[in-house]
């Protein structure tokens, strides 16, 4: 029988020089649907530039009509920061406009975009007295980030770690996911813990606690319905 699989697009904001980051986290979120995801209905499908069709218009334009379509953002850096992509607004690289765009739709009802991950890779300490204008940009992007203290970031050295942080992203998606779709294993979820919800009726029972739920903040924002991802048609068993 027919499930419905909720789809979660997830753009990949890097600068040339990161391919290997940009194949862990196309095989982490792979892994971690088929693992993970499948079984409570959500798929985390990997976006990039190199997913952009070819087509007519500033390339740059092309690939923000892909990430306008997603619904979580991640931005990793290193010691590039990338070439300007050319436009009215002049922003000094594709990656930078990416991140002022995602910024813009994170906070914004009408956009589905969700939630925006930052991360650093490691720069080596003896590179600072003299990092050269491509990672002079990285840094100044960083002290901007900590000044605005509007959005955290994290920072990983080994391929490991970029994979424990890239999951435990995912699985914050996943449990958000669990409480705000309406797929059926999220109904069964949400049966399952009810009992430690709900009083025994057959005795006296004061509530005097408050369930707070959390706003929406420029680092990160709930989710509101089901339909912030897509719906998909797979069969029951299916690994993606």
């Excluded at 000044?147 to 890239?166: D, G, I, K, Q, V």
Aim: proline letters at 5%; hydrophobic letters at 35%; one cysteine or more.
């Amino acid at each position: 029988m027919p499930e419905d699989i909720i789809l979660y697009r997830v753009f990949i904001a890097a600068p040339r020089g990161l391919d290997d980051e940009r194949q862990t986290f196309a095989r982490v979120l792979n892994t971690y649907s088929r693992a993970e995801g499948i079984d409570r209905q959500a798929l985390f499908l990997p976006i990039g530039w190199e997913d952009t069709l070819a087509g007519v218009g500033r390339p740059q334009s092309l690939i923000n009509e892909d990430l306008d379509r997603c619904d979580y953002f991640v931005l990793i850096l290193h010691d590039r920061w990338g070439t300007p992509p050319g436009g009215v607004l002049q922003y000094t690289s594709g990656t930078q406009e990416e991140f002022r765009r995602a910024m813009m739709q994170v906070d914004d009802p009408k956009c589905r975009l969700q939630k925006i991950v930052v991360l650093f890779k490691h720069i080596q300490e003896e590179r600072y007295p003299d990092p050269g204008e491509q990672l002079q940009k990285v840094l100044a992007f960083k002290t901007e980030l900590e000044r605005s203290r509007n959005l955290l970031y994290s920072t990983f050295a080994e391929p490991r770690e970029l994979e424990e942080l890239l999951r435990r992203h995912l699985a914050d998606w996943l449990r958000q996911h669990d409480r705000t779709s309406t797929t059926r294993k999220s109904r069964e979820l949400a049966n399952a813990r009810a009992p430690d919800r709900i009083a025994d009726v057959s005795e006296p029972f004061i509530a005097d606690g408050v369930i707070a739920t959390p706003g929406r903040s420029m680092s990160s924002s709930t989710a509101s319905t089901a339909g912030d991802g897509d719906n998909l048609q797979m069969k029951a068993g299916a690994d993606g």
